[in-house]
């Protein structure tokens, strides 16, 4: 190869590593403000559904209100904590979760 050809080839190397440096900076600062939008909405949306303990869906987004976890055998264990009242200070329950996904027949398109 011509050293000619050879520098040209570099340069065009050069700027087109240049602009996707660039592109990618660029882009890297847009998504970076998009998922800080995204973050921030979740968050409030999470507040409002654990107040509202429920669960709600839209065209565009299902929120899935999820009760707090129970770490033992309700039944079994309320029934002998009757007789044995000190150990209800061992119970222990989650707090309430919420989730967020696309209806269904949306999967396909994202």
Do not use: C, Q
Request: overall charge negative; proline content about 3%.
């Amino acid at each position: 190869m011509d050293e000619i050809v050879l520098i040209e080839k570099m340069n065009i190397l050069g700027t087109l590593m240049k602009d996707f440096e660039s592109l990618k900076a660029e882009f890297e600062k847009s998504t970076k403000s998009l998922t800080d939008d995204i973050e921030n909405l979740k968050s409030e949306l999470k507040t409002e559904f654990l107040d509202r303990a429920e669960s709600m869906t839209t065209d565009l987004l299902v929120v899935s209100y999820r009760k707090g976890a129970v770490r033992w055998d309700t039944s079994a264990l309320k029934e002998y904590s009757k007789t044995h009242p000190e150990m209800m200070m061992f119970l222990k329950v989650g707090d309430p979760t919420i989730a967020f996904s696309l209806p269904k027949e949306n999967h396909d398109a994202v």
